[in-house]
C-alpha cells in the first residue's frame, strides 16, 4: 500500500511539481494538495495523510503554526518541511521530522519523506513490541 501524501503550498506550481515527482514512484501516493494551514488542518482528518510536506512561508497561517495544530489532531503523521527558508534546527524544534530546502535537488525530498516514513514504521514496531513485552 503506497503511502500517502499531502503537499501545502502557496504557490501552485510547486504543489504541481511535487505531485509530478512523487508520481514517478509507485510506493507514494498523492492524496491532497493545499494552499494553505487552514485548508491543510481541514484536509487532514478527511485524507489521513501518512506524511505532510508542508512549505513554511503561507499567507495566514505559517508552516510552523499549522505543524502544531496538525501534530495535535494527528500525533502519528510524519512532517517535512520544505521551504527557501534554512530553518533546519528550528523545524525539530516545532515538531517537524525533517527538513529540505527547496534549493535541494528534487531527489533530496523523495529521500527525507521516504526516510521519516520508515523512522515512523521503526518506531511503531518499537513501541509495539515494547508494550507487548510489558503486558506479557
Not at 487532514?44 to 502544531?68: C, R
Not at 531527489?107 to 521503526?122: A, F, I, K, S
Request: net charge negative.
Amino acid at each position: 500500500m503506497p503511502a500517502r501524501v499531502l503537499i501545502v503550498d502557496d504557490h501552485e506550481i510547486v504543489r504541481k511539481g511535487v505531485r509530478m515527482l512523487f508520481a514517478n514512484y509507485d510506493s507514494f501516493e498523492v492524496c491532497g494538495e493545499a494552499q494553505n494551514g487552514m485548508e491543510a488542518i481541514r484536509m487532514v482528518p478527511e485524507l489521513s495523510p501518512d506524511v505532510v510536506i508542508l512549505d513554511l512561508s503561507m499567507p495566514g497561517m505559517n508552516g510552523f503554526e499549522t505543524a502544531a495544530k496538525i501534530r495535535l489532531i494527528a500525533p502519528s503523521i510524519r512532517i517535512v518541511f520544505f521551504s527557501t527558508h534554512e530553518i533546519a534546527s528550528t523545524a525539530l524544534w516545532v515538531g517537524a521530522d525533517a527538513f529540505v530546502s527547496k534549493s535541494s535537488a528534487m531527489q533530496d525530498l523523495v529521500l527525507t519523506v521516504n526516510r521519516v516514513l520508515q523512522l515512523g514504521e521503526n518506531l511503531q514496531a518499537q513501541q509495539k513490541s515494547s508494550s507487548a513485552h510489558v503486558g506479557g
